[in-house]
């Protein structure tokens, strides 16, 4: 009987699971959405991570040190265009600094928090910016701190201080959003542009409408920017919003005045251990929203 030359056989299909064509297909987009869910959770089980502490602001803002060399080369340009967009720089990089000190506080306080996982964790977009400010706060106090970046085709390249097992890269918006809310205690809102607002109006909907199980605090730094951006009496007289739906955030003006509200914030809802639990009750083990 004559032998098959194996060498004439096809070769065998592709796993499903190790097919690029399958995987990066319409079809297999369940499964990339799926792997943007469950692979910064194992990453978050793994570094110990229990909740974390949101930090939003402008891409664009730069460090003092930055923002005054880029006025330095702005001086010696013609275009008055470029030289205002250098002084603007240089005035809003004080909110640079005040996210770099708030986080550092911050985190110097957490880290000294007994508990078995890691608390109130400073996290980003994992960008330049402010984003860069609070990531670089929260190394200086010498923690952990946590990076979710997404494609882009402009601004958006991680930061040198994220902790790099922490340092996340996901290609869909939504569940971006999704790790920014599930694991959040509280929101800092720096001022900044459409992202910004479009972050602080997601979460103050969401506490409004009482989807989350949890507190949340929300500070929103700097009354000069957004009493110029957002009059929020405005809503309240036309009847957009209740009178109590201002109780939902905080106006601060100073890192401390942030950081105290936050300490204090954080310790009465989310530090209480004496809470007297259910029969039954679960804690859970990273987060918890209502169904």
Known sequence: MKKTDSKNHEESAPLAYENPSFLNSPDGRILRIMSEYVEPLARFRREQIQDTVVFFGSARFHSLSDANSVLERAHLSNEDGKRKLAEAGVQMARYYEDARKMAFLLSEWAAHIPARRRRFVVTTGGGPGIMEAANRGAREAGAKTIGLNIRLPFEQYPNPYITPALNFDFHYFFMRK???????????????????????????????????????????????????????????????????????????????????????????????????????????????TNP
Not at 205 to 215: H, V
């Open 178 to 288: 999704f790790w920014f809310a599930y694991l959040a205690k509280a929101l800092v809102i720096f001022p900044g542009g459409f992202g910004t607002l479009d972050e602080l109006f997601e979460i103050l909907t969401l506490a409004q409408t009482r989807k989350l199980a949890k507190k949340i605090l929300v500070v929103i730094y700097g009354r000069e920017y957004w009493d110029r951006l957002i009059n929020f009496n405005t809503m309240v007289e036309a009847g957009a919003i209740a009178a109590e739906d201002l109780e939902l955030f905080k106006i601060v003006d100073s890192p401390e005045e942030g950081y105290e509200y936050l300490r204090e914030g954080l310790t009465k809802h989310h530090l209480d251990e004496e809470r007297p639990r259910r029969a039954g009750e679960v804690v859970p083990e990273i987060a918890k």
